[in-house]
């Protein structure tokens, strides 16, 4: 059993489904199962299937992680939802217990804590991630997928640094994903400069055309296959006068 309460330190973005229940006489196909989610290369992240409609007295919820993932986490915490991880990482599931037997799975959500490995490559859809509801008696009463997308973790900015006065044309500098795109922006969203982060994944450019004088504040756009990823901002002072 796996209850943890780490949900608050995983880094990833989510989009919720939907969880149905279909009636006693529908077809596993009539109520779909949903959840996505899009979760950076060596990085653990949450993906929540949601409740929608129906009840049913005894149930589970099982999700089937993609291929080279695995579930670390089922955190939810409430009563009457008992969460488990297989062994091997392979699945996840949620046991309705006795304390919530026969109420309503709306407004719920089920979050299912995935780890992508760090070989994955940015913007891949990951293949094979399964859910299902079963009954009491091992009866599949819906079935659905999931969507889990390779994201791109966040650039970093290593120069400038901030609070010291600049030159019109400083370096700027930091990491990002090997191959990445990585763009760098002002306080008005205009582009100071961009270049392609390199195999190690340092990256480095020279603004043109030069930045104005005063404040400003930087920040870098990590594009690469589709997924795109933000660096923190810094704030920069250009001085007055410097050279052009």
Same mark, same amino acid.
């Given at each position: ?11 990833? @973005?989510?989009?919720? &489904? ?23 290369? &060596?990085?653990? &992240? ?12 005894? +149930? ?7 291929? +080279? ?32 037997? +026969? $109420? ?14 760090? /070989? ?16 009491? *008696? ?10 889990? #997308? ?5 650039? #970093? ?13 400083? $370096?700027?500098?930091?990491?990002? *994903? ?7 922006? /002002? ?25 104005? @004088?005063?404040?400003?504040?930087? $920040? ?25």
């Amino acid at each position: 059993m796996n209850r943890s309460r780490k949900t608050a330190a995983v880094a990833g @973005a989510v989009v919720a &489904g939907v969880l149905a229940f279909p009636g006693p006489q529908a077809a596993a196909g009539d109520g779909e199962l949903w959840g996505a989610a899009t979760i950076a290369p &060596g990085r653990e &992240g949450l993906l929540e299937v949601a409740g929608s409609q129906g009840a049913v007295p005894v +149930g589970t919820l099982t999700l089937t992680a993609p291929r +080279g993932t695995r579930v670390t986490a089922t955190p939810l915490d409430a009563p009457g939802y008992l969460g488990r991880v297989a062994a091997d990482g392979r699945s996840g599931t949620y046991t309705v217990t006795g304390d919530a037997a +026969g $109420q309503s799975w709306q407004g719920r959500t089920f979050p299912f804590v995935l780890a992508v490995p760090a /070989d994955a490559v940015p913007g891949t859809r990951l293949r094979d991630c399964v859910l299902r509801i079963t009954d009491a *008696h091992g009866v599949r009463r819906a079935a659905g997928r999931c969507s889990v #997308t390779v994201g791109l973790a966040g650039p #970093t900015l290593t120069r400038p640094l901030s609070g010291v006065p600049l030159d019109v044309r400083p $370096q700027i500098a930091g990491t990002a *994903h090997p191959g990445a795109r990585v763009t760098v922006r /002002d306080k008005d969203d205009r582009e100071a400069c961009a270049t392609i982060a390199a195999p190690d994944g340092t990256w480095t450019c020279i603004p043109v055309p030069a930045l104005p @004088a005063g404040a400003n504040r930087l $920040q870098a756009v990590a594009t690469l296959n589709g997924v795109s990823a933000m660096s923190e901002q810094i704030d920069i002072s250009v001085a007055d006068g410097a050279g052009q």
